[in-house]
């Protein structure tokens, strides 16, 4: 595919240098929303919100932020080395559809709470997405 370049050998739809500092901005937004509904989640555990480990989903929060980031990053790389057809619009579009896949991505990590027919919840948070629960039904 034939790309038409600028002077300084840029594809001429690459947006310049300042499209970078989204990334950051946009990955902080995916986390926090991740986070949000996860807290939502998990709302009615006794070992959910209201436990001390909630500190840990807490402090989860700019590990899981530096790992969206740096995705986030390498994404615009990608899209401005290959731009798609469309301009700036689709890779804008683009780098969005990421960013959502990366927050889905967070929050199916974090799993839902096992509430048993029986009685309340007894689970709590994991403690990175996909490393599994804490609590007594963990090993399920």
Known sequence: MLVSRTQDG??????GCGWY????????????GGTVWTVRSWADCPLGNDAGNNIGLQMTMPAVWLCMTL???LTQRALRRRPL??????MCL????AVVTLTLLYRFGMGWPYRPPEGDCTEGYPLFPFTGKTGPHAAD
């Open 10 to 15: 840029s594809p001429t739809s690459a947006p």
């Open 21 to 32: 500092a989204s990334a950051p901005v946009l990955s902080a937004v995916g986390v926090y």
């Open 71 to 73: 995705s986030v990053l």
């Open 85 to 90: 057809p469309g301009g700036r619009a689709t």
């Open 94 to 97: 683009a780098l969005l559809g």
